[in-house]
């Protein structure tokens, strides 16, 4: 087959590659990133590139606009190559990649009453050994197994084949005297499980030494990394980093899709293990601790980031009837996960419930102490996947109710993630129509980010540019509401105000988009509710989580038909529920167990099955809802209208 | 630092290496393998090359001729290049690979009573899932976990993160008809310790089937492999190759040593994997088995070789108080010892007792039976640790009388292994003080091996040849006693009877070292015995391990007061004890724990510092022992004297 030289402008080299390869998969060889946000599916267009000499053959340009193809546009994940070609890789599908942290980091405090004796898995014993005479023949193994059987009172004791080679030299540096680090996580609950040795430290270490783990959730977009002193229980560092992967697809489906082609699994597991390593030196860091010290980690992430981190397939998660390879992670350790700290710590991957319902979730009921209360509450992780608790201290049902990446600021023209640049809140004037709005960073804004999204649509939705079927009011004296490309749309800013000289605009069909992601959230916990005979009105409480929620406006989003509609004060905004899990559970032996408790003890309930599932989302496609009796504050607010714009901030 | 330029005649290229490296290790680079038996400590000579162009400083030049070293002769692991040199190695040193396999098969019965359903720790179990539904979305690891449970009627079950990622693909291959095959080595003795699967093979794997592992002796000389049908019981294969490690150490101390060196340890560890690996391909050949398919591993070796296999630094095994790194290794996989199997294969180390009495004692002691009888048992290994056990299924204590190498040929002239052209047996005319003898392979003669050795040391002694203390009767009218360089000797075979051309001999250093060795193991078993206050007398069987002990005639190994002077049917010959205990082990939990039982039942008795130990060697350092009264047959043969020679075979 012949072969054909492919030149990108941002590369260093041309590479040479037979008929028939895809521009994307050039790109990759030439070591070129491009942004693949639906998993080079050829749906985004996100990965157009421009073909400046030579041919491909395109097999769709789906999202080209007619003129982007005669310039040579084409979507590198659908364009094969057929000779020598020159491309130009646009400056605008640079990946972004820092992620503005002021927004990631939390006040966290030590639980109260955290005593690492008591709770902590991990022990550090400092021993001193009688060393071996002609009397005392005994091989080191056993010496030190003794050892530390006394001085933990019982115990089987595992030492991988690694720390038995080293166990010698380490016995004999310090004379016999010695650190050793376990874990024995099933402390508690077995007598017979072995404790594991990690760690074999010459010498005696003081206490006041730092013991180091990390809590880990990994989100589709974001990964959060806390780097924990496992003594004091104090988090010392926060970072979070968008998540590599988002190049090889946006939601999980696209990484999925991704992972199954032929070296894609290996690709997204070293990526996300790219993220995680980097974040672990940025925060050791910090704080001038050394990644090798760092013996212990708890991951908490959906189902898929889970599969994908340890190379698992993850085919069977998309694919009806939905099922993971595996919930229950056995334990790992980190040279087997690949994770850049001590090759021996023990890398405590949470439970998760279903392909939906991951140890994201189980993390987060355990942060949010639904499962420890009376009071029968609604937990929400408002994202792609929409996934919903619903229980108390008595009992738990799930689901997850697929409303798309809508909110994340996919599948909508202007969208964006909540980073520099993104228009966060928006009002609309109820006579002008005119819009203002905040930006993240104050600067000139580049798109709209969820919370903006929702904030928008409730304000369009409550000054009457649109209906409650999401329709423009194509009779409103106003430029802003015009006829673009794709049909109706908004526009929220001119090219004049934003960063790229473009408009930034709603569409009809990023309204459409938006009121199916709202209708399958609301849809999702109004079936949980009724599966278990609980009237939304019992609910005294709903706990929002994922880092999203945080910035949600109540109100609006209340308008829209996205929450329930129940006073304030019953919602409360978590933030990264799924990190704080996860911290609990490095901390915390017992919590640890609760976590299995959850996920043990929810009830899943697959929607996508489900009639009453299908028929609610139908009734929610509208704003706020058919049944506007379930809104009586927007239909009050409905009867007042005219939403007054704040001062500008 | 220069470079100079090292070429060997039998190397493809040359190398390059800096100025005061030594030719060893400019050989090793250079692929040319040298035979170093004392470990490259300048002891043994056999390293000897020539340099014929260039300049080397030779640090020692023992064991080599005035002669030798004026044509150049330096010995390889003494000489440090300091200029451009040519090597020749000599054709001599070329090492022996092949062993002579016809000596290492040996009739083997499945044990009666062997019922792999009760016996065996590996299972192989046929399910059939149902598969998920929309009304069961169990994830593919719980749903595997809990048919598992269900036939196996209970358990624990562990996975590696390797047949995690590969389950999902098994179970659909074969519509969720899978064969699992797990290992339950603790299923008689611990209810809660989980089984470990092994592999999933999609479909339903019938009975008739075979389902592999294989038993292993590494010896310091011969590694012995089993290939052993686990369902029948059956030694399908038996191979046997000289450990590749002889080359860099005869013994277990040189080989310490060479380990001990700068990337040495790693070295011996490839060596022996490598000879390991070769001998599974073998086995695996001859009855068209897969080597992957094997899924358990037992293994007996000394202590060194255990560590050594391990890449476990067995420095401390040599250096007192001589303890081991570990005696009871933890349960590994193929994968991690890198054993050419299949990678989640079992791979069982079996337990030691001390430095000099390893897991191939304890494994012959099982398949000695000793442990299991009411009669006062000793048992020995006649090599160059000498290892003894005396006891019952009462009591058992042992010891290992460090005996050196001399009866596998090591520290003797004419010395060699017991392989094809080695004199096996030797008788001599008591008249014309001629001897005969018998050669393995029924060639011209190349050496001495240890039964040759026994058998000469004894006839020259009855005939006068030799008196008690081993010195020379120089008197004699023949001329094969005769003045050497080395002080006198005896001609065995004159240059033109022999495959080389030069004449074989044995010496009076010769004979010091086999006297020193069997007063070793003399001093060893008596003191054991005393120690217990059992007299030698009431020992009713004495068992002899170790390929080596077949071949030993019993009359002249009491001649010489190697052996107690006994009625010559308490003797018995047990062959390789060690791979015995292995095979049976691979079968049999309950052989494994009778092992683990021995080894913990055993008392060790350190030897290197009692007193009674050396009076008791230094009365045994005549032939047969100074106290004539110990051994009455040979005094009777005295009296007697005249061995008359058979008729040659």
Redo the contacts between chains.
Sequence with gaps: MAEHTVLFDVAEQPVHVPTGTLLSEAARLAGVELNQPCGGQGRCGRCAVQVKTGSVRSRSTLRLSAEDVAAGYVLACQAVVEGNVAVAVPPQEKIERRLTTDRTVREVSVPPGYDPAQHQSIRRLRLTLSP???D???????RLKWALQKQMGRGNI??S?RL??Q???RLREQDWQVTAILDTPMWDF?P??PARLIDLIPGHVPDEEPLWGVAIDIGTTTVTLWLVELISGEVRAQVAEYNRQIARGEDVISRIIYASKNGGGEELRQLVLDTINELVERACGRVKADPQQIVKATIAGNSTMMHLL????A??IRL???????????P?TAA??GLAIHPEASVDCLPGV??YVGADITAGVLSSGMDDTEKVTLFMDIGTNGETVLGSSEWLVTCACSAGPAFEGAGVVDGMRATRGAIEEVWVNSRTYEPSWRVIGNVKPRGICGSGLISLLAELFLTGVIDKGGHFNTHLQTPRVREGEHGPEYVVAWGSETAHGRDIVLTRVDIDNLIRAKAAIYAGFTILAESVGVPLEMVEQVLIGGSFGKYINVEKAIHLGLLPDMPWDRFQFLGNTAVLGAYRALLDRTARARIQDIASRMT?I?L??DNRFYEAFTSALFLPHTELNRFPSVAQALGQSEAVAPEAP
Tied chains: 1, 2.
Aim: charged share 20%; glycine share 4%.
């Design positions: 071996p005479t002609m005392d023949q005994t091989d080191d193994w056993s595992d030492i084949l038995l080679r166990m010698g030299a077995c017979d499980c340890l190379g698992i397939p085919a069977s009806s009837p939905f099922v993971t390879a595996v919930n229950e992670v056995p790992l087997e996960v279903a392909s899943y697959e996508s099955a």
